[in-house]
């Protein structure tokens, strides 16, 4: 596979050559950034389906307990 930019391009233009290699750069940290923060979102939703079932159970609990103290 050739290189978009050679050692005789990047010798004529340097800041080319630098800007190109800063849009790979640049480029690379997006996707990563990307992919992060949707395993960490994939994640979170996971964790807030454990939560309202636990929610559920805890709020169930406190109706009951709520009952059984207008019952007596």
Same mark, same amino acid.
């Given at each position: 596979?050739?290189?978009? !930019?050679?050692?005789? $391009?990047?010798?004529?233009?340097?800041?080319?050559? +630098?800007?190109?290699?800063?849009?790979?750069?640049?480029?690379?940290?997006? !996707?990563? &950034? %990307?992919?992060? +923060?949707? &395993? =960490?979102? *994939?994640?979170? =939703?996971?964790? *807030?389906? *454990?939560?309202?079932? $636990?929610?559920?159970?805890?709020?169930? %609990?406190?109706? =009951?307990?709520? =009952?059984g103290?207008?019952?007596?």
């Amino acid at each position: 596979m050739k290189s978009p !930019i050679d050692f005789k $391009d990047f010798a004529t233009n340097p800041v080319a050559g +630098l800007l190109f290699f800063c849009l790979i750069a640049i480029g690379y940290l997006y !996707i990563d &950034n %990307k992919t992060t +923060l949707t &395993n =960490q979102i *994939v994640a979170l =939703q996971e964790e *807030v389906i *454990v939560l309202r079932s $636990d929610y559920k159970k805890l709020n169930d %609990k406190f109706i =009951q307990t709520l =009952q059984g103290i207008n019952e007596d």
